[in-house]
């Protein structure tokens, strides 16, 4: 019996802020990146992800891996959705360098070899992608579901405006205005 992989589906609507280049991207596009360059096609957009991925430090081989060897498939959504990348494939690229030969026989942009050299310095100092979840909440919706932007809600400043708050099934709030930010 084989295992059905929906993250790899063309149609698959996740997307994640990737780790180096801080973009929001779909996987399914990272996927199509990583079969050309798997294949020696080196398509002229995104030299930079190209170079990061053969150095390692992009997250999509990680998660091919992961997925193959574990069946585990949490990059999948019929719908578009912004989601996370798990922290164990974070932590596995986080020490990665890409070095300046490799830049160079990519030919990366100006821009993406900025953010390639400030990845390369976070990894020397031991740096974390990411260190912890932020104080602040946000409300996670699926994009799908947005109309028009939503108006700001303040976090409440008493108990009462807790109370309020969390009835109302405004969490966020909530939650924030129980840790203070």
């Given at each position: ?103 160079q026989r990519h030919g990366v942009s100006a821009g993406e070899e900025k953010l390639l050299i400030k990845a390369n310095e976070d990894a020397r100092n031991g740096v974390r992608i990411i260190t912890k979840p932020p104080r602040r909440i ?44």
């Amino acid at each position: 019996m084989t295992f059905p992989i929906k993250t790899y589906d063309p149609a698959n609507q996740f997307q994640f802020v990737c780790p180096v280049f801080k973009a929001t991207t779909k996987i399914a596009s990272c996927l199509t990146l990583r079969d050309l360059v798997w294949r020696g096609e080196h398509p002229e957009q995104r030299k930079g992800c190209q170079c990061a991925m053969e150095s390692g430090k992009c997250p999509i081989p990680v998660i091919v891996t992961k997925i193959t060897r574990l069946r585990n498939d949490p990059y999948h959504s019929d719908a578009p959705k912004v989601g996370a990348l798990e922290f164990d494939i974070l932590d596995a690229i986080a020490p990665v360098l890409t070095s300046d030969r490799a830049m160079q026989r990519h030919g990366v942009s100006a821009g993406e070899e900025k953010l390639l050299i400030k990845a390369n310095e976070d990894a020397r100092n031991g740096v974390r992608i990411i260190t912890k979840p932020p104080r602040r909440i946000e409300r996670v919706v699926d994009m799908e579901d947005v109309k028009a932007p939503a108006a700001a809600l303040p976090a409440p400043t008493d108990a009462s405006e807790l109370v309020r708050a969390a009835q109302s099934g405004d969490m966020a709030a909530a939650i924030n205005a129980e840790v203070g930010s």
